[in-house]
Structures are given as C-alpha cells and as structure tokens.
C-alpha cells in the first residue's frame, strides 16, 4: 500500500478519533449515536483513535520512498559499483514512474551506465500515462542512451526455472505464498527481465523493481544457473540511506 493511501487511512482514524470525542459530552449530542456507550468508553475511544490515527500518519511520512539523483547513488547502496563495466540495467515501469518527474526535470543523471529498456516495459509506460518525454530522455545519446530491445521470449524453460525457484522459495522462505503463483509472475513484464538476466548467464545484471516476488526468488535462480542477476528497488535505497543516518 502507498503512503498516500496510508496518510489517508491515518486522517479517517484521527476524524473518527474525534467524532467519538465529541459525542462523548452528553451535553452536546445528548448521547443520541453513541447510544449504550458510556461517556467514558466514547471518551477513551476518541482518544486512542486520535493518537492511532496520527501515529499511522507519521510512519506514512515516515516510510515516504527517497528517491535518488540517479543511477550512481543506486549502484553505490546496492554494491555493484563494482561490477558496472559489464553490467546491464533494466528499470520497470514501477521505477521509470516513480523517478519521471526527476528525469523529466533533467535531475536524475544516467549517463555512463548501459541501460535498457524492454519493449514490455515501454508498451506499459505508455498505457499508464509516464509521460512520453521521460522516454524520449532515456533514449537520448546526450542523456540516458538506453538500448530499445525486444522481449526475450519465455519458453518452457524459462518457465520451469521460474516455477522451480518459486517453489523452492516457497519451500524455504514463504511457506504462506501459493504455489500457483509462479503462472503470475510468468506473465509479468518483469519475468522478461529475468530472462534477460538468465540469458546474460554470468554477466551482471541489474533489475530495478519493487517486485517481492522476482526478489524472492533470483537467489535460486543464480544458485541453479550460475547467473549473476541483482534486484534492487527505490525502497531497498530509501531503507540503505536510513540504516546508515
């Protein structure tokens, strides 16, 4: 869930705090709604609505993603600087809108990395509305330089290793999860930047995603393959910079 709806959530309970509050002076609504609640009960309510309410509203602030300068402050948190010559990276459309506004504002440097963009993740770009300009930028020699590449195609291998490192993930880590979930995640956009990664075999690369489940489950799949993929997202950033203040 995201903070702003978190936020939100946290001023319903704080109105509710206060709603309570007032109908707990029987002068003011003659106890009309609060009907077999005792003044007290209303009373004591209302307060920890409102104390509820406002501590959901600070840890909305609170877990608000801090979004970096650009892809150096990423390969720096995430332990890869090392590994850049050769490595590839491949954003999602959940991390291409989250940074839009910087890289339309020409604030989020991406120069000097070999990025890439699926033709998955622009067909989805498109759809939800990231402005067509932070496209444009990622492409341009002078900014982004992105390589515009087709989808990998998801045989049935690929389908197997996926199915296979889910389910051991589930196995070992996520006893809660569903095992049919593996058919989700193959039809996901970022089940093309897995296959990406698995074709690279071990040459590095980077995928930038929220993702839990393509997370999850790259640890097995670099262990069975022998791949060297990495995933890393904006809140594992926002997590890396708190840890160290």
């Not at 444009?136 to 195609?153: E, F, H, I, W």
Request: hydrophobic share 40%; glycine share 8%.
């Amino acid at each position: 869930m995201g903070s702003k709806k978190i936020r939100f959530i946290g001023i319903l309970i704080v109105i509710f705090g206060i709603f309570f509050q007032l109908n707990s002076f029987e002068g003011i609504t003659g106890n009309v709604i609060l009907d077999n609640f005792s003044y007290e009960f209303g009373s004591y309510l209302g307060i920890v609505l409102i104390i509820g309410g406002l501590i959901v509203i600070w840890t909305s602030a609170r877990d608000k993603i801090i979004i970096p300068n650009g892809l150096e402050d990423i390969l720096v948190k995430s332990g890869t600087m090392n590994e850049v010559d050769q490595m590839e990276i491949l954003p999602d459309t959940i991390f291409l809108s989250e940074v839009a506004d910087k890289i339309k504002n020409k604030t989020f440097d991406m120069s000097g990395y070999q990025l890439v963009l699926l033709s998955r993740v622009v067909g989805e770009c498109q759809r939800k509305n990231v402005p067509r300009n932070v496209l444009g930028y990622l492409t341009s020699p002078q900014y982004g330089n992105a390589k515009l590449m087709r989808d990998p195609v998801i045989d049935d291998d690929t389908k197997k290793i996926i199915t296979d490192a889910w389910n051991e993930y589930c196995t070992r880590e996520n006893r809660e999860s569903r095992r049919g979930e593996a058919r989700e995640i193959i039809w996901e956009a970022d089940s093309r930047l897995l296959k990406y990664g698995i074709d690279r075999r071990n040459k590095p690369t980077l995928i930038l995603t929220e993702d839990t489940h393509i997370k999850g489950i790259v640890p097995y799949i670099n262990k069975k393959m022998g791949t060297n993929i990495k995933v890393y997202g904006l809140n594992d950033y926002t997590k890396a910079l708190r840890q160290a203040a």
